[in-house]
């Protein structure tokens, strides 16, 4: 690929993955290599990076881009067309949908991966001028349980503190958050914090993460029960006179409602405990810490978020911060951790659907203000639909075009088999994407439209704590690939809109966004950046990293808030919130006796798109699983390492069995990130149900009753080989990045036929080294063009302890003949003697022991023979042995 | 005093019993060797390798005279024994002399088998056994002679090789179809086939001689299928046949060979048999290791000490240098065995293993023999392979590295 000249070298950027928004600066060497290091200047990390950030070099590459816009035919097939072609197909589209059934009949389903200046056109294209707020984004299944958790405490959806605080507590409570895996950066900083300062870290999770294992109390809590834990919390601090009731009585609302309803739902720490599952000893020694401790942080995530009562659980915490007042200080407050890059961003410009613009919403007076400020010809006038509603409406034909961006519902949606099969009976699917294929793009998407990716992209993106970032463009725009924001404005001018969509530069559209946030604000709105939206061309491309709110243009206040109230309700006083009874949307029973969780792994992200793509991410967990209590596993009849169908009431999975004692009994886990695209059954968002939170939309993902049974296998095995790994009908397969080309790890439920395998992965030209024991099911095999190795086949016992040596070797350009015959033996050449050419056929004794032998003074050929056995059956090497004793001269007197 | 031995037989099986004799009993006998050839015992192994000009005649003696004389040994050499006096106990030469024995060995060793067909007798005929016909191979042998060897056994594979190596343009006829049949599995025999194609060996399989054509010299060998192969010289090496003539003729109980116990000893108690002559436990060997191991139990045995001959797991190396090949135990795998098999065509290695009951039976390797000792010691001690079986093909150092 061809590097673009004008673009500066190395760049300063933001990481495309968690929420923490660390800084980067990506290089580009001659040959087109990307390496990628942590920027130092930046304030998130300070130059650390973790894994996933670390390797990003290694998914920059090409293979598997969409790199053209492309168009279904009548036969059903893709094909290439022209931009032309694909942009009028998706305005005509939008158009005969809105003719037939209204704006509300048009969607688009975007993405937390999307920079703010993309996010910022599709919200103004659909609220203000095809007239529907249809507009919603994979930050649902993620953190809207805070946002509306957030808007109802605060009257606004902000993050109270800062990075900074993470440093200074003295007390750090992770609530359904392994951020040691999902956020390592600030995990990094809070452990920094628990060595230097003595904070406390507490872990309060179902299950004992890779964050317990650091923590001082871990709290492994019954799912579902984080609003009885802060209930409980809230009723201790009552009775233990830990309030602070100046700042309740002069900045909030609430607490004497709260404070019965958390007495009913947790009157003592004795029914706390009991409701939670928790130890009576480990619930006071949490309650007593945090009464004892002003500065405090509760941080959550998933677990809080990802629930049917997600907000009321984001309000059970936010409530003891409350109460307390421990807000907006430094040291202390709540902490929303965000998913994704830009899931901020996308909260900012209103790309929500429950959100109008700018942190707006749909009262009359915000949509009349941002009607004056867009010019808008066709305003929406109320919410649209949520993400799961909105799948519902596709699925009953209310919804006729719908425009996906940077995500994958087919595959991340609850129950996404039934949103795959909503998805192909649209009129209208286009799909924004980077790739080629996926399980949205394979759902019968009518146009794909191929979309800048991370390193080719230039904007802003926002991190969990409202920092706003770069994200610049190191590497040029492959093939015909266009930026998200360049595609919504064309779309915008063919829907008739040229005017309010003609800007040519993401700084444009920045410096509309910043002017928005700051039109008739006058601090009556959390987010401002108002100070920004004069900024230069120039200003912009500099932009250093920085916090809003940035009102004007020398803003340097604290950017922390509430610590004196002010809260953006209209009487600004902050709610407190009386929270439903705690309780699942669903239970186990008979039939479905496990609660399946749901969740991260450390080296993968999301559906792996990109972190597919590397194979030092690979290796740390390269299959599909489900983890288990040992003792449950015992009873259902699951080894480590066998196969189990997952069943919900919403679809299957077989995923490859864990044992895991971090795993509360009755309770499994599976982590998220296969698709059909990489795995063959291991699609974990169709297992999930799509029950979901009454004020967010949010969907219960962790909480999904399941039954599990054994799926006897025949033989495991993997097929390695440069390019595309072949995707194989009948095996439980999974694709595996690995260094110089694709892998597959696979279970098969039927005896392989290894020979075909291998003709097949390798194709002709190659000359196949193979091993077979056909009586213990081993066949192994590598295909070679000249020593240059084309693939690799292993099937049966000892093929998955093979599996990391061999990738080593199949990352070598070229095999020398002794890792040649290792090879198919699974173990490395490395560190073994090498004999040497053969001197003694007969008793295979090479020169190096020969040449030892003399070393050692033995001074003709019978005294080799006496120590080597050399020339002592035939003979036939006594002569060869005499000349090596002559070159070497006379060896020393015994 | 110490007590007469003489050893009918001055090869290689002769010359290492009197070496173990003096480790384990020196001086308690006064050997007396007598041996037909005139020369001193040589290395009949290295034959090919003088045939190939990779070593001079000199380097094939196993002992130089000094040693015999500092072993007290009497040769007597270039005289053919011709017959045993069992009653009273003497050998008697061609010339009449007596050698009178309190104890006789037998290492005679064996005879080349020559076909019974036409013009076998022609000059130009040649066998491949001793030192007279490498010679006369030699004297024939160059880029303008054409060679034809009959039998793709071990020694006809040598001798093609070895005269490959002079220049000379080499046919190499095989009867069965494939090369060492007894030693190898087809897929071994194809990879050794084109191995030695690759030396410019023309070989022949199912190739049935039918007579050797010449006027007063061979001109050329006709096969039973009509085919004709023009040549200057042709080397026999169709087997090998116990020589045990003097044994037969004094009575001793002979079947193949001379047959003799776990003692090396024939149904004479004074005489004893070791080597390619010997039959032990009906079994004939035609290798140099049985030999060797022979004469070690059976100075042992002479010494009075506690020694028994239980025969030997065969194992064949074939010695042409670039061309590893291994053979040994059951290595077609019978009913009731498993087969492992590794082969790697670019490497023109082919590896093959064959179990039985949890213990390695047999074994086949070409093109990589390094593991080959490694093998023959399970297949020899035939212990349980347990967990060991998944990285066995692999050889000795990768299966049991850690």
């Known amino acids: 690929m061809a590097i673009h000249g004008s673009l500066p070298n190395p760049v300063a950027t933001a990481c495309p993955y968690c929420g923490v928004g660390c800084g980067v600066v990506a290089s580009v060497g001659a040959a087109g290599q990307v390496t990628v290091a942590g920027d130092p200047a930046h304030p998130a990390n300070r130059g650390r990076l973790c894994v996933k950030g670390s390797t990003l070099g290694e998914t920059v590459d090409l293979e598997g881009r969409l790199l053209h816009p492309m168009m279904r035919t009548r036969t059903g097939s893709m094909q290439r067309v022209s931009w032309d072609t694909a942009l009028d197909a998706v305005a005509d589209g939008f158009q005969r949908a809105i003719r037939d059934g209204g704006p509300d009949a048009t969607a688009l389903y975007l993405s937390g991966q999307l920079l703010t200046e993309d996010y910022y056109v599709a919200n103004k294209l659909m609220k203000g001028f095809v007239g529907t707020a249809n507009v919603d984004t994979n930050s649902r299944l993620c953190m809207a349980s805070s946002v509306a958790g957030h808007r109802r405490a605060f009257g606004s959806d902000t993050v109270p503190g800062t990075y900074e605080d993470l440093d200074e507590a003295d007390l750090l409570i992770l609530v359904g958050s392994n951020a040691a895996w999902c956020h390592p950066i600030l995990w990094q900083r809070m452990v920094a914090n628990q060595k230097a300062r003595g904070a406390r870290i507490v872990v309060v999770d179902p299950r004992r993460t890779a964050s317990a294992a650091e923590a001082d109390l871990v709290l492994q809590i019954r799912p579902g029960a984080d609003g009885v834990l802060f209930s409980g919390l809230l009723v201790f601090l009552a009775d233990t006179g830990a309030l602070d009731d100046a700042y309740v009585a002069a900045h909030t609302e609430g607490l004497d409602a709260a404070l019965v309803r958390a007495r009913e739902i947790a009157p003592s720490i004795a029914v706390t405990a009991a409701a939670t599952g928790l130890a009576a000893d480990d619930v006071e020694r949490l309650f007593g810490w945090f009464a004892a401790t002003p500065r405090a942080v509760t941080l959550y995530s998933q677990g809080v978020n990802q629930s049917a009562q997600g907000t009321d659980k984001v309000s059970a915490i936010l409530n003891c911060h409350l109460a307390t007042g421990r807000i907006g200080r430094p040291g202390m407050g709540p902490f929303s951790l965000t998913g994704q890059p830009n899931a901020m961003g996308g909260r900012e410009v209103g790309g929500l659907a429950n959100m109008l613009a700018a942190h707006m919403g749909f009262s009359a007076g915000d949509i009349d203000r941002v009607r004056r400020f867009w010019g808008a010809p066709r305003m929406a006038e109320r919410e649209g639909l949520k993400a799961v509603q909105m799948f519902e409406a596709v699925a009953a034909g209310a919804i006729r075009a719908l425009w996906v961006m940077g995500t994958n519902p087919a595959a991340s949606m609850p129950r996404a088999d039934h949103v795959r099969r909503a998805l192909t009976g649209l009129d209208l699917l286009v799909v924004s994407e980077n790739v080629l294929s996926n399980d949205t793009v394979n759902a019968g998407a009518h146009i794909l439209l191929p979309a800048a990716a991370w390193g080719e992209k230039d904007g802003t993106v926002t991190n969990s704590e409202r920092r706003i970032t770069r994200q610049r463009s190191f590497l040029p725009l492959p093939g015909e690939v266009r930026p998200d924001w360049w595609i919504l404005a064309e779309v915008g001018r063919r829907l008739g809109f040229g005017e309010a969509f003609s800007w040519t530069d993401p700084a444009a559209i920045f410096r509309e966004h910043a002017a928005l946030s700051g039109f008739e604000n006058r601090g009556t709105r959390d987010f401002d950046i108002a100070g920004l939206a004069a900024l230069s061309d120039a200003d912009y491309a500099a932009l250093q990293p920085v916090q809003w709110p940035v009102r004007t243009r020398s803003d340097r206040r604290d950017k922390r808030f509430f610590g004196s109230g002010g809260f953006f309700t209209a009487d600004g006083r902050a709610r407190l919130v009386a929270i439903a009874p705690p309780a699942l949307a669903e239970a186990t029973d008979p039939a479905r006796p496990f609660l399946l969780n749901t969740g991260r792994l450390r080296d993968q992200w999301h559906t792996m798109t990109r972190t597919g793509k590397a194979p030092t991410l690979g290796r740390h967990s390269p299959e599909p699983c489900v983890a288990i209590h040992p003792a449950d596993a015992e009873a259902a009849g699951l080894a480590d390492g066998d196969i189990a169908r997952l069943d919900t009431a919403h679809g299957t999975a077989r995923l490859r069995v864990v044992h895991d004692a971090g795993q509360a009994r009755g309770e499994v886990f599976a982590p998220i990130h296969w698709t059909g695209e990489t795995s063959a059954e291991a699609r974990v968002g169709a297992l999930v149900q799509a029950a979901n939170d009454p004020f967010s939309g949010q969907p219960e993902m962790k909480a999904t009753r399941v039954a599990l049974a054994r799926v006897p296998t025949a033989t495991d095995g993997f097929v390695l080989c440069r390019g595309e790994a072949p995707r194989i009908d009948g095996l439980l397969w999974t694709k595996v990045a690995v260094g110089g080309g694709a892998g597959l790890l696979f279970a098969a439920p039927e005896a392989t036929d290894g020979p075909a395998l291998i003709r097949r992965t390798a194709g002709p030209g190659t000359t196949v080294a193979e091993v077979g024991d056909p009586a213990r099911g081993i066949y192994r095999a590598a295909a070679f063009r000249g020593d240059r190795l084309e693939a690799v086949v292993f099937v049966g016992p000892g093929a998955r302890a093979a599996w990391n040596g061999v990738q080593a070797l199949f990352g070598r350009p070229v095999l020398d003949a002794a890792s040649r015959r290792a090879l198919l033996s699974g173990r490395s050449a490395e560190g073994l003697p090498d004999p040497g050419p053969t001197v003694c056929a007969c008793f295979s004794v090479g020169l190096t022991a020969v040449a030892a032998a003399i070393g050692a003074g033995a001074a003709d050929v019978n005294a080799v023979g006496r120590t080597t056995k050399a020339g002592t059956n035939c003979g036939s090497c006594r002569s060869e042995i005499r000349k090596l004793l002559a070159r070497t001269g006379s060896p020393v007197p015994a | ?402």
């Open chain 2, 1 to 402: 005093m110490s007590e007469p031995l003489v050893v009918i037989g001055n090869g290689m099986a002769a010359a290492r019993l009197v070496e173990e004799l003096g480790q384990v009993a020196l001086g308690r006998h006064s050997v007396l060797v007598v041996g037909a050839e005139p020369r001193l015992a040589y290395n009949r192994v290295l034959l090919s390798s003088v045939l190939a000009g990779e070593l001079p005649v000199a380097d094939t003696e196993l002992k130089p005279l000094t040693w015999w004389k500092a072993q007290g040994v009497t040769l007597v050499y270039g005289r053919r024994a011709s017959a045993i006096d069992r009653e009273s106990r003497c050998v008697v030469l061609e010339d009449g002399t007596q050698l009178p024995y309190a104890r006789l060995v037998l290492a005679t060793g064996s005879d080349p088998i020559r076909l019974p067909k036409p013009g076998m007798d022609l000059p130009g005929v040649v066998t491949f056994r001793d030192h007279d016909d490498v010679g006369a191979m030699l004297a024939a042998a160059g880029p303008a002679t054409r060679a034809v060897v009959i039998g793709g056994g071990l020694l006809g594979i040598e001798a093609a090789c070895g005269l490959a190596a002079t220049g000379t343009r080499v046919t190499l006829i095989h009867l069965m179809d494939r090369l060492m049949e007894r030693q190898l599995d087809a897929e071994a025999a194809s990879l050794l086939n084109a191995a030695l194609e690759a030396r410019g060996i023309t070989v022949l399989l199912g190739a049935d001689t039918a007579a050797v054509e010449g006027e007063g010299c061979v001109e050329a060998v006709r096969l039973a299928d009509g085919r004709d192969l023009p040549c200057d010289i042709v080397v026999t090496a169709v087997g090998i046949r116990p020589n045990a003539t003097l044994a037969r003729a004094a009575g001793l109980a002979t079947a193949r060979g001379i047959v003799v116990d776990d003692h090396l000893t024939t149904s004479d108690p004074a005489i004893h048999a070791i080597g390619e002559c010997a039959e032990h436990r009906g079994t004939c060997y035609g290798l140099v290791e049985p030999a060797y191991q022979q004469a070690a139990i059976l100075a042992r045995h002479l010494a009075g000490m506690p020694a028994a001959y239980e025969g030997t797991v065969l194992a064949t190396n074939l010695k042409v240098s670039g061309v590893p090949v291994f053979s040994a135990g059951d290595f077609l795998g019978a009913a009731g065995t498993e087969s492992i098999v590794w082969r790697d065509p670019g490497l023109a290695t082919y590896r093959k293993l064959v179990l039985r009951d949890g213990a390695l039976a047999g074994a086949i390797l070409c093109g990589e023999t390094a593991d080959a000792p490694w093998y023959l010691d399970l297949i020899r001690s035939g212990r349980p392979l347990g967990p060991l079986r998944d990285r066995l093909i692999f050889g000795q150092a990768l299966a049991e590295a850690a």
